[in-house]
């Protein structure tokens, strides 16, 4: 019998031993994304601490955290067992900051100037209720089905869709949320800020103020053979550049957003491991690299920070919208996009009208065909920082789709041919949430 228990005490202790061995280099990253997604939430949109835990913080390993909001201060704090203790600060303006023991709290900042448009207009064009629009060719009943199929059924936890909002004619033809959330809740978009980095060089292009196709303007990179790689590769995720973008482990992508300083120096020093334009790999920390790119574009942070608003976000009237920044200032480009889920409709919307708002061209109408254009390596999936539908990854939609993908089932899909923008915004991925059989079912609610 004391043998067994020896056994058993043997047992126990390579167990803990290997759980502490193969977790503890986790958990500054576990404690880093709670209290970076706990000061978020609350502060930007005023989520209390238990929405946040049993939503965006229901994740393995996140759900370990424990954390904290100190509202005089406007922080978050979070760690695991007592360990890697980490904190975020919101700041007006530039959203919450994971930041470490360095960072001087003290220390004056810049804040975007936002410009709001007014006008007596209704969506998308302004703030105005629309009436109610009727289409002789819609079959509501079919489509009122297909969105209220996209949400769990009462006591479920599959689907976990929070807002689906569809738009027909630049008219909002259904729009439904989840409890605790309505028309002005701000969801982080993930990944669907790429497409919104992206399109900054297609304004800039249009102004005459950047040429994509000329080499990517580092000096770092003039030395070696790095130097032909270009912002074109980059905006579409095949500039050779060494990276490892898996969420399941520790990996440049999550070092980066939950450790990095300066996020936009990342992939910049990572080697040439592919010649340019010959392997397609997705990087966020391409697109923190791009963002990094429009720093230096500007005289000042003031002008860089000014740009994004002034030039696309406030232009569309997406006033919910933030994007937050690192600890250098540098917006997160890659991820960290803030707004309302018709917000998100807008930006869907000018691509849909090939970068026209309003009767003012903000880029040009080969921009939006090039971003939708399937890039080397990608299999029809990928475009210039949009995901795309030509090699058929959705089967009942049309060819022509792509879309703005954030992760957790983040979607804002661009259907030119239906004339038609979908926003669909959740807590997870395709694996669990049948994206295709949306889409299905709201195009086919559309008569011929």
Known sequence: MKKIFKLIGFASFVGFFYIGYTTYPKLDLISGFSAKSVASGHFIDHRSLEMIEKGDNDIDMIDLAKNKIDEEGKFATASVYGLKKRKAIYREGLGATLINDDFDISKPYAIPKRTKVKNDLSFPYGDKEAQDTVFPNIDYDKLNLAVAN??????????????????????????????????????????????????????????????IYKPAPIPEWQNDKRKNITTNDLIH?????????????????????????????VQLEKPAVFVPNSHWNYSSGTTNLLSYILRNQFKTQQEYLDFWYAALIDK????????????????????????TTRDWAKFGLLYLHKGNWNGEQLFDESWAKYVATPTNGSKGDYGGHFWLNAGGRYPDAPKDLYSCNGYQGQKVFIIPSLDLVIVRMGLTEDAKFDVNGMLKGIIRSLKK
């Open 237 to 265: 995720m095949n500039s050779g550049l060494e990276w490892e973008e898996d969420y399941n482990t520790i990996c440049d992508a999550t070092k980066m957003l939950f450790l990095s300083e300066n996020m936009g120096r």
């Open 316 to 339: 569309i009237g997406m006033q919910s919208m933030l994007i937050e920044t690192d600890m250098a200032g540098n917006f997160v480009g890659s991820s960290y996009g803030w707004a």
């Open 150 to 211: 996209a949400f769990d059924s009462k006591g479920k936890k599959d689907k976990r869709t929070r807002s689906l909002l569809v738009v027909y004619k630049d008219k909002i033809i259904a729009e439904k949320y989840d409890a605790g959330f309505d028309k002005n809740s701000k969801i982080l978009g993930w990944s669907m800020t790429k497409s919104i980095t992206a399109t900054l060089f297609g304004i800039l292009q249009k102004q005459g103020k950047y040429d």
